[in-house]
Antibody, heavy 118, light 111 residues
Framework: EVQLVETGGGLIQPGGSLRLSCAASGLTVSSNYMSWVRQAPGRGLEWISVLYSDGTTFYADSVRGRFTISRDTSKNTLYLQMNSLRAEDTAIYYC????????????WGQGTLVTVSS | QSALTQPRSVSGSPGQSVTISCTGTSSDIGGYDSVSWYQQHPGKAPKVIIYGVTKRPSGVPDRFSGSKSDNTASLTISGLQAEDEADYYCCSYGGTNTYVVFGGGTKLTVL
């Protein structure tokens, strides 16, 4: 059974940094495409980043240059390093396994809430 | 403003059918057979119910069906049931520059 568990969310001041983790079981992070998708309170879904199995990364315009996606093979964990946080980054952050041929998010974690506020 | 346009809400009575539209452009929906739909119940993570425009993952009832015409995709739910009440999001591949785009979501109310 595939399980994705996100941790690392919390309250952070504008301009601050936070690192989210997504621990996986039942799948190998380094062999899969893995994404981060966020959802602001009461709002819709927004894809923000993907990490391919070959190490290629893509980012949404809204986070490019501030967020970095990475993984630790030994820990089978996906990360999202978030710098220069803004109020508009407040959201639930989900990690999701992403299929290769036609991007589909087929396994999701339960999400972790990031609140950016002074 | 979301890249894909969905109606904010739709409703239907048990047993009826409803269709949710999702309008994009030739750069996303119209350019690829890569539309997926997600169902999200309150407080829960999204769940994929349609992928590749028309395909259903294992375990998703055949009451859910997808289609596409030009730049518009549609999700049809037939034989509405109370548990179908949820938010629904469309999603499309948008090319290497955009990767994927989501719709703004549609709240389905089962009357």
């Amino acid at each position: 059974e595939v399980q994705l568990v996100e941790t690392g969310g919390g309250l952070i001041q504008p301009g601050g940094s936070l690192r989210l983790s997504c621990a996986a079981s039942g799948l190998t992070v380094s062999s899969n495409y893995m994404s981060w998708v966020r959802q602001a309170p009461g709002r819709g879904l927004e894809w923000i980043s993907v990490l391919y199995s070959d190490g290629t990364t893509f980012y949404a315009d809204s986070v490019r240059g501030r967020f970095t996606i990475s993984r630790d093979t030994s820990k089978n964990t996906l990360y999202l390093q978030m710098n220069s946080l803004r109020a508009e980054d407040t959201a639930i952050y989900y990690c999701a396994r992403t299929t290769v041929v036609t991007p589909v998010f087929d396994y999701w974690g339960q999400g972790t809430l990031v609140t950016v506020s002074s | 403003q979301s890249a894909l346009t969905q109606p904010r809400s739709v409703s239907g009575s048990p047993g009826q059918s409803v269709t949710i539209s999702c309008t994009g452009t030739s750069s996303d929906i119209g350019g690829y057979d890569s539309v997926s739909w997600y169902q999200q119940h309150p407080g829960k993570a999204p769940k994929v119910i349609i992928y590749g425009v028309t395909k259903r993952p294992s375990g998703v009832p055949d009451r859910f069906s997808g289609s596409k015409s030009d730049n518009t995709a549609s999700l049809t739910i037939s034989g509405l049931q109370a548990e179908d009440e949820a938010d629904y999001y469309c999603c499309s591949y948008g090319g290497t520059n955009t990767y994927v785009v989501f719709g703004g979501g549609t709240k389905l109310t089962v009357l």
